[in-house]
């Protein structure tokens, strides 16, 4: 399976930006991780089917991650952006009964102060 990740760019604080990510095959768990400059990469919002979407703390009421009704697709919408969640933002999937991580290619996305 490989994912391909569209979206990002650069926005103003308080503005959105959507991310859209397709999969190449059937997955579970789609969802998306971030890197800031300097910092780890952390899990932003997760969502796996049958189940409740999963977001970070830093980001609940703000992003929301969901899922196409073909299951090999995932938007995260972003709104009220801060300049704190700058990063790289990854793409990632598992197949059902594999517990290896799945990573598409990372897209920037810059809020401005």
């Known amino acids: 399976v490989q994912l391909q990740a569209y979206g990002g760019g650069l926005v103003q604080a308080g503005g959105s930006l959507r991310l859209s990510c397709v999969a190449s095959?059937?997955?579970?768990?789609m969802g998306w991780h971030r890197q800031a400059p300097g910092k780890q990469r952390e899990s932003v919002a997760i969502l796996k089917d049958g189940d409740t979407d999963k977001y970070d703390d830093s980001v609940k009421g703000r992003f929301t991650v969901s899922r196409g009704n073909a299951k090999n697709t995932v938007t995260l919408q972003m709104n009220s952006l801060i300049p704190e969640d700058t990063g790289v933002y990854y793409c990632?999937?598992?197949?059902?009964?594999?517990?290896?991580?799945?990573w598409g290619q990372g897209t920037q996305v810059t809020v401005s102060s």
């Open positions: 095959g059937i997955v579970e768990v």
């Open positions: 990632m999937a598992r197949k059902r009964g594999h517990p290896a991580t799945i």
